[in-house]
Structures are given as C-alpha cells and as structure tokens.
C-alpha cells in the first residue's frame, strides 16, 4: 500500500499537521486541535476502508473521505485568523488541496465504472 499515491499523500499530510500545525494552536482553541485530529484520523480511516473495497461500499466511503476533506478544509481556513505559522498553514492547505484533488478524480473514475457496467 506504501505505493498507492493518494495513501502515501493522506499520510503525508497528517504526519505534517501533527508536527507542524497542532501544536502552534493556542489552548484557547483547543477544540479546534481536536477536531483537526479527529478529522484526520477519520480520513485515513475512511481512505483505508475505500481501497479495501469495491464498487457501491468503496463510492460511499470516497464520499465520507470527501466531506472529511471539507471538514479540514474549513478548520484550516478558521485557523487563518489565529497566530499561526502562516507558511506552515499555507503548506498544509496546499496538500490538502492536492489531496482534495486526487480524491475527487477517483471517485469520478469510480462512478464511470459503475454506470459502464450497467
């Protein structure tokens, strides 16, 4: 699984936001830093359960992956107003979005297949 691109990347971003983001987060927004973790987690959850399945279960579980993306997305862009590393943000928001991108062609090439095989 280590070659699987978009696997590699969900990791990637992770492993980035737990270094370099959660810890810049003032204890006031402690919320915050804990639905950015648990966002993160459910993603790579969601994105596990979607390799290992096929066809209706594994389109369901790229659409619970997106709205995970939506999710980080917005605690991202809440995060913009705080005192935060901006290069640091920026970055996280950048493989997010490529992330974001990879997601939505497979699950367009997903659908594709679905409707050919009817």
Known sequence: M????IYSSALNFDKYIRKNLVYEISK???DIRIH???ESYYMLKNL????YNKGNVRIKYLVDLIVNIT???YLLGYLKDKNINHNHL???INK???LKNMIFSWRNTEEIKKNENK
Request: net charge negative; no cysteine.
């Open 2 to 5: 280590d070659n699987f691109k």
């Open 28 to 30: 006031i927004d402690r």
């Open 36 to 38: 950015l973790l648990d």
């Open 48 to 51: 596990n359960k979607a390799i």
């Open 71 to 73: 999710m980080l997305d």
């Open 90 to 92: 920026l970055s996280a």
């Open 96 to 98: 997010l979005t490529n």
